[in-house]
């Protein structure tokens, strides 16, 4: 039997959970930006869930899988504040799942840059 529980996660219960920052440039927007937000890691710890693929959604019905094993403990983040401001859907947000891509090449591959999924509206598990 598959467990259809269901979390949500508003902006305080976001902002309620340990934070990363840093900042980094990306190649959909110009210069360095300081991105903040839990790390996904933490995410999924708060909501109890656990599995072997995470799914990412974005607004436009986008939605990319990752192997659980990919997350790890800080990386990647989902960002609530670019340059520690909330952010719009026209920025890419209000949440978009961010690596730190100048922090080592492993973060600037083509497979990375797909996880990196804005307008971000849910995250399901499966197992």
């Given at each position: 039997?598959?467990?259809?529980?269901?979390?949500?996660?508003?902006r305080?219960?976001?902002?309620?959970?340990?934070?990363?920052?840093?900042?980094?440039?990306?190649?959909?927007?110009?210069?360095?930006?300081?991105?903040?937000?839990?790390?996904?890691?933490?995410?999924?710890?708060?909501?109890?869930?656990?599995?072997?693929t995470?799914?990412?959604?974005?607004?436009?019905?986008?939605e990319?899988?990752?192997?659980?094993?990919?997350?790890?403990?800080?990386?990647?983040?989902?960002?609530?504040?670019?340059?520690?401001e909330?952010?719009?859907?026209?920025?890419?947000?209000?949440?978009?799942?961010?690596?730190?891509?100048?922090?080592?090449?492993?973060?600037r591959?083509?497979?990375?840059?797909?996880?990196?999924?804005?307008?971000?509206?849910?995250?399901?598990?499966?197992?």
């Amino acid at each position: 039997m598959a467990d259809s529980r269901s979390v949500n996660f508003d902006r305080a219960r976001l902002d309620d959970l340990p934070q990363q920052e840093f900042t980094t440039s990306t190649i959909w927007t110009v210069g360095d930006l300081s991105f903040s937000g839990p790390s996904l890691f933490d995410v999924l710890g708060a909501a109890d869930v656990s599995g072997s693929t995470v799914h990412l959604v974005a607004a436009n019905g986008y939605e990319v899988r990752m192997a659980w094993e990919e997350i790890e403990e800080t990386v990647p983040i989902v960002a609530t504040r670019i340059d520690g401001e909330p952010f719009s859907v026209r920025e890419k947000g209000p949440l978009w799942v961010v690596f730190p891509y100048d922090l080592d090449p492993s973060y600037r591959t083509e497979a990375v840059y797909a996880l990196s999924i804005w307008q971000l509206t849910d995250v399901r598990v499966s197992r």
